[in-house]
């Protein structure tokens, strides 16, 4: 038996200490997770919509500056 197979062995026995029997009663149940929402989005949803709105606001904002005059592009 190779040393790596003697590491992995060991990795595998503290994991079953870790994770084995005992915390039944430690975890929490699905129905007493909820989760949350926020105008009926999840965190994922809310973080793109973030992330788009940002985009589109500095988009249009570097538009209208260009539109204004404010910002010369050198055409």
Request: no cysteine; charged share 25%; net charge negative.
């Amino acid at each position: 038996m190779s040393m790596l197979d003697r590491l992995r062995e060991s990795a595998l026995q503290e994991d079953e200490d870790i994770f084995g029997p005992g915390l039944e009663d430690v975890a929490v149940s699905e129905a007493e997770v909820k989760e949350r929402r926020i105008l009926g989005m999840n965190a994922v949803e809310r973080m793109l919509l973030s992330i788009l709105l940002f985009i589109t606001t500095t988009v249009l904002g570097t538009l209208l500056l260009i539109a204004l005059g404010r910002i010369d592009i050198g055409l």
